[in-house]
């Protein structure tokens, strides 16, 4: 079974400022999916950024980057110019790319991200 | 595209009292999932529906749990006999799954249920 670890329960960031969020992950699959969501106060779980394994190209989405590296099965998280907006659980979550397994997320623990003036 | 509704937001109920949930999905999302979240930790998965079928369930929805899709379109989450343990945020979420496409899950609010 897979399994998502995200060792930081909490973390701070100035506004403006630039902060990684670590994720690790425990797979025998070659084909899986790799997804960052965020969890803001009103509950709504929101996409931020998806990986694919077989891309060796790191993702970016505006302000909003990811570290993959598949040997070492780490996945973390940057937030460049961080706002007040983007306080919130944030959560790492995994699929596998075998369409069988029912395209199902498992999570992490998930990390709050407080941001300070 | 309204998004993944769920009905009700908020749920308290005594202990041995049943309990239904509901969830919209996006129109045009064929799958539809159910997750589960307690204070603290991620969603964990505890069903999903191929249009009207459900083609898996995880071993923490137990006999009291059961879920249907009559038609392929809204779903509902039903817990009878409510236990403490119930307590619990519950998520819907939704995708569009064909044979080259699968797009990532689109998730509801959540009904947060609450067991006295």
């Known amino acids: 079974a897979q399994t998502v670890t995200q060792s930081q329960p909490e973390m701070s960031v100035q506004e403006a400022e630039t902060v990684t969020l670590s994720c690790t992950y425990d797979?025998?699959?070659?084909?899986?999916?790799l997804f960052w969501y965020k969890q803001p106060p009103s509950r709504q779980m929101i996409l931020v950024i998806r990986?694919?394994?077989?891309?060796?190209q790191n993702a970016t989405e505006n302000r909003f980057s990811v570290n993959f590296q598949k040997a070492a099965k780490s996945f973390s998280l940057k937030i460049s110019d961080s706002q007040l907006g983007d306080a919130a659980m944030y959560f790492c979550?995994?699929?596998?790319?075998?369409?069988?397994?029912?395209?199902?997320?498992?999570f992490g623990t998930g990390t709050r991200l407080q941001v300070t003036l | 595209d309204t998004g993944v509704s769920q009905d009700p937001r908020h749920k308290i109920t005594k202990r041995g009292q049943n309990v239904t949930f509901r969830c919209d999905p996006i129109?045009?999302?064929?799958?539809l999932y159910w997750y589960r979240q307690t204070l603290g930790q991620g969603p964990e998965f505890l069903t999903y529906?191929?249009?009207?079928?459900?083609?898996?369930k995880s071993r923490l929805l137990s006999d009291r749990f059961s879920a249907e899709r009559p038609k392929g379109s809204f779903s509902t989450l039903e817990i009878q006999r409510t236990e403490q343990g119930d307590s619990a945020m519950y998520l819907c979420?939704?995708?569009?799954?064909?044979?080259?496409?699968?797009?990532?899950?689109?998730f509801g609010n959540g009904t947060r249920l609450t067991v006295t």
């Open positions: 797979t025998s699959e070659s084909d899986y999916y």
């Open positions: 990986q694919e394994a077989y891309k060796q």
């Open positions: 979550a995994y699929r596998s790319g075998n369409t069988g397994t029912a395209s199902k997320l498992t």
């Open positions: 529906f191929q249009n009207e079928a459900q083609l898996e």
């Open positions: 979420a939704s995708s569009l799954f064909g044979s080259s496409y699968n797009s990532p899950l689109h």
């Open positions: 129109s045009e999302h064929n799958r």
